[in-house]
């Protein structure tokens, strides 16, 4: 079979490097690809968003199978169009990937299908969601536990966590009246903030038969401690104590088999990863977002721990035959995956910075360094984006995982480079 993955980050390297392994596969090409894959894959220079130059292509090379990384052409609906072409694909279609590309759409879902998620409104421009916030909080110096919102697609960033009126106020002011994150601010929302910890759990489903991989915990905000602005993600590990069987269970039958439903209900079924952003409650689990594909960095880790075939798993979900395959094998030990980003990120930052010490922290055992934001000059791996590496490592513990991967981090250089030193903490404090 010949395979084209779509997409640039992490997560597409970490499928080409997955599916590389499966027998049945004799070329993978990767659209556009990085560095990373670059070195596992042949790198196609069509942009993700070109949906007619990467239906051309799996056209003219009779791609067998395209798997669709990343948000942006999901919800710009290129699976749609790979199909009307006749070539099978792996993602949701529009209409459902727009469970991702509207926020507004997931929450009036959740609300409709009596999934448990933080109370909301919504708002279509910054004057209306400004006075909501000064009707219910009168006193300037008023603490104001709420987030806001961009409806949008925004790269991880259009989330803002606030505590009180005067964050309220600018963080509607840098989505809806500066249009910050773009066309992503059109509509916002202004939900409860929800306390506890956060956690990952990631489905794959065909519409029918849902297949729940092992719950992760991603790190977004940008600083240790949980500190800083929202991030694409810092790193992620799997899998996370928070979630044991019996909450595991719960998510299943009270989040994700309703809103699989809820979907067919609505004429928009399903097929693909649904990744539920959740927040472990005092009340039971709430779910923040929902994204409609593998997340970045959780699929480092996820696909570090899974044995078995990968691409047998992509083709049921495409092929309507989920039920029919053996439960996928995973490793027992954990994995982690710590993100080295740019300087600035998730700001401002600068490209074109060379990264050594990759061979050297390859050398670990149990270490894989996924590629996120780099790209080839002159024969040199440069940085190429905010988020640039996810060392990934696995270990017969947390901890032992934690300190291979840190290991591997002290091997690479860049000017500027810079990580969260506390990824998987968390889990490590849940043990003790």
């Known amino acids: 079979m010949k395979v084209l993955i779509v997409g640039s980050g992490g997560r597409e390297h970490a499928l080409c490097w997955k599916l590389g392994s499966s027998p049945r596969i004799t070329k993978i090409y990767v659209a556009p690809g990085n560095a990373g894959t ?3 894959a042949t790198n196609v220079p069509i942009a993700a968003t070109d949906k007619a130059g990467i239906v051309r292509f799996a056209k003219e090379n009779q791609i067998d199978l395209v798997v669709v990384g990343p948000e942006a052409p999901l919800v710009a609906g290129l699976v749609d169009d790979l199909q009307a072409a006749g070539i099978r694909a792996f993602g949701p279609s529009k209409a459902a990937a727009e469970l991702e590309g509207s926020k ?9 299908a009596d999934v448990p998620t933080a ?13 909501y916030i000064k009707d219910l909080y009168p006193e300037t110096d008023a603490s104001v536990p709420v987030v806001v919102k961009a409806d ?62 092992p719950a992760a915990q991603d790190h977004k905000p940008a600083y240790d401690g949980d500190k800083g602005p ?22 299943e039958s009270d989040i994700l088999v309703p809103v699989v439903h809820a979907m067919k209900r ?8 649904l990744y539920a952003g959740l927040m472990l409650t005092s009340a039971g689990p ?25 691409l047998d798993i992509l083709e049921a979900v495409v092929l309507g035959k989920l039920d029919q395959i053996d439960p996928p094998k995973w490793s027992p030990d954990p994995s982690i995956c710590v993100v080295m980003a740019s300087e600035g990120y998730p700001g401002q930052y600068e490209s074109g910075r060379v990264i050594s010490g990759l061979d050297r922290a390859a050398e670990i055992e149990g270490v894989k360094v996924f ?56 889990a490590l404090a849940r043990i003790v």
């Open 230 to 251: 929202n991030t694409g993600g810092m790193g992620a590990y799997c899998p996370t104590p928070l979630v044991d069987e019996a909450m595991m269970s719960k998510i």
């Open 104 to 112: 507004v759409f997931c929450k009036n879902l959740l609300h409709t």
């Open 38 to 40: 670059a070195a596992e």
């Open 152 to 213: 949008g697609l925004a790269s991880g960033k259009g989330v803002i966590v606030c505590s009180n009126r005067r964050e309220a106020l600018d963080a509607i002011d840098r989505i809806a009246a500066r249009r910050e994150f773009g066309e992503a601010g059109k509509e916002l929302i202004i939900e409860e903030r929800l306390f506890g910890q956060e956690a990952s759990v990631l489905a794959i489903t065909d519409g029918s038969t849902i297949l729940t991989l």
């Open 286 to 310: 709430k779910v923040l977002e929902f994204n409609t594909r593998f997340g970045d960095p959780e699929c480092q880790p996820l696909l570090m721990r899974l044995e078995s075939d990968l």
């Open 266 to 273: 609505a004429r928009r079924p399903f097929r693909g990863v």
């Open 119 to 131: 109370g909301y409104q919504t708002f279509r421009n910054a004057e209306s969601a400004s006075k």
């Open 371 to 426: 590629h996120g934001g780099t790209t080839l000059r002159d024969g040199q791996v440069v940085t190429d984006g905010g988020r640039v590496l996810g060392v990934t490592a696995m270990g017969n513990s947390i901890s032992g995982a934690k300190l291979r991967a840190y290991q591997a981090v002290k091997e690479i250089r860049w000017t500027g480079a810079w990580c969260r030193k506390d990824i998987s903490d968390k």
